[in-house]
């Protein structure tokens, strides 16, 4: 599921972790606060980033 240590560009990770999300969000909550949490991490960066 670490799908943005595998791809430079991160916009793909976030992109992967939102269909992660919309398909799986009522089943592992665990994985969901991890997934949210990277996708926070995501914008934080792209944010910063500029």
Same mark, same amino acid.
């Given at each position: 599921?670490?799908?943005d240590g !595998? !791809? @430079?560009d991160k916009k793909i /990770?976030?992109?992967l972790y939102n @269909? !992660?999300?919309e @398909?799986?969000?009522r089943k592992e909550e665990?994985?969901?606060n991890f997934v949210r949490n990277?996708?926070?991490e995501i914008? @934080? /960066?792209y944010f910063m980033k500029g």
């Open positions: 599921m670490i799908s !595998y !791809y @430079k /990770a976030y992109t @269909k !992660y999300i @398909k799986f969000w665990g994985m969901n990277r996708i926070s914008i @934080k /960066a």
